[in-house]
């Protein structure tokens, strides 16, 4: 069974940058669709960026593109969110998912209630963006 942990989150100043991992266990992540999702109070649940499980394509929300970066290093079992020029608006919850109907969940990942096709989620980290 796969299991998640995300880390990485915490305050930073705007303008500033963080790195987020979502360490996997219990199974590779080879052949799973990786998705960054984030949730602030009151707000729906969003897509951040998403990488697939084979071509490393990714996808990036219009909000993140050109500062956020995704990655996977399948060695160690774990994705990364690169976050740099962090803005307060980017406070949020921000969770890793994970499916193995990873063509599906790679397409929803840029749709509006992508969330619902990712099936392993962890816990979340809470990033901070403020002065």
């Known amino acids: 069974q796969l299991q998640l942990v995300e880390s990485g989150g915490g305050l930073v100043q705007p303008g500033g940058s963080l790195r987020l991992s979502c360490a996997a266990s219990g199974a590779t992540l080879d052949y799973y669709a990786i998705g960054w999702f984030r949730q602030a109070p009151g707000k729906e649940r969003e897509g951040v960026s998403c990488?697939?499980?084979?071509?490393?394509?990714?996808f990036y929300a219009d909000s993140v593109k050109g500062r956020f970066t995704i990655s996977r290093d399948n060695a160690k079992n774990t994705v990364y969110l690169e976050m740099n020029s962090l803005k307060p608006e980017d406070t949020s919850v921000y969770y890793c998912a994970a499916d193995r109907r990873a063509s599906r969940a790679f397409a929803a990942c840029q749709l509006r209630g992508g969330h619902r096709y990712f099936d392993i989620w962890g816990q979340g980290t809470l990033v901070t963006v403020s002065s």
């Open positions: 990488i697939s499980s084979s071509d490393g394509r990714s």
